[in-house]
């Protein structure tokens, strides 16, 4: 009986050690990420930041950061991780898809159930203007309504794919495309919030043409 509580002794002490050493990498990783915008072993510092994702974030909270710089630094991760397979797909196989907060409020989209926002190009927000340079790529583009329709259209197209969107979305999107097993970009908002949002459409595009 000792000789088994020494032995469950002993694995506990081993676990909780492991535990420490991989938040303590967890933690290392997204300072090498925040502060040199590299990152060591991206499929590794991933994988740790997945498992850890909740503590690491009340973490940084409760030492006054903001704990959206976890989804931030894993998303950076995810890109990187993916960037060779991404860019080994040819551009006219590339999709991209926008978030419909982008659109301006005065917006006259209409919903369409399979395609999503269909945009009327009306030159109110940047969304006209991407469109049009990715048609002469032939890279399809979609303004996602939302979480289920974006997962739907991945599904349904599985191509190589360029997501905008906050870094919250972008990781659970990064999440998503990973299991099913689609090589993805993503490109965060500049600014945030649900409407009239910004993102840099220079960094989508050279995304989007990117090659080996
Ligand atoms: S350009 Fe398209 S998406 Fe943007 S506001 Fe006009 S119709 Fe809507």
Do not use: W
């Not at 290392?28 to 503590?55: G, K, M, T």
């Not at 950061?65 to 995810?78: F, M, T």
């Not at 080994?88 to 419909?100: F, K, N, T, Y």
């Not at 190009?121 to 469109?131: E, L, N, S, V």
């Amino acid at each position: 009986m000792l000789i088994l509580l020494d032995v469950i002794g002993r694995a506990v002490v081993i676990l909780a050690a492991a535990v420490i050493l991989l938040m303590m990498f967890a933690l290392f990783s997204c300072v090498i990420v925040l502060r040199y915008n590299r990152a060591l072993f991206p499929d590794f510092s991933l994988f740790v930041l997945n498992i850890f994702h909740e503590p690491v974030k009340r973490l940084f909270a409760l030492i006054g950061y903001d704990s959206e710089i976890v989804d931030r630094v894993s998303v950076e991760l995810a890109n990187k991780a993916n960037m060779r397979d991404f860019m080994s797909v040819p551009v006219s196989e590339r999709m991209l898809i926008l978030p419909q907060c982008l659109r301006s409020v005065h917006c006259p989209a209409k919903l369409d159930a399979e395609n999503g926002i269909i945009c009327a190009g009306c030159g109110r927000c940047d969304i006209a203007k991407i469109i049009a340079i990715c048609r002469k790529l032939h890279i399809e583009v979609y303004i996602s309504p939302g979480g289920t329709f974006t997962k739907r259209i991945i599904m349904r197209r599985k191509k190589a794919v360029v997501g905008v969107a906050c870094y919250p979305n972008l990781y659970e999107g990064a999440m998503y495309v990973k299991i099913a097993g689609i090589p993805a970009q993503g490109v965060p908002l500049k600014s945030a919030g649900c409407v009239g949002t910004h993102v840099e459409c220079d960094e989508i595009l050279k995304l989007l043409v990117m090659r080996r």
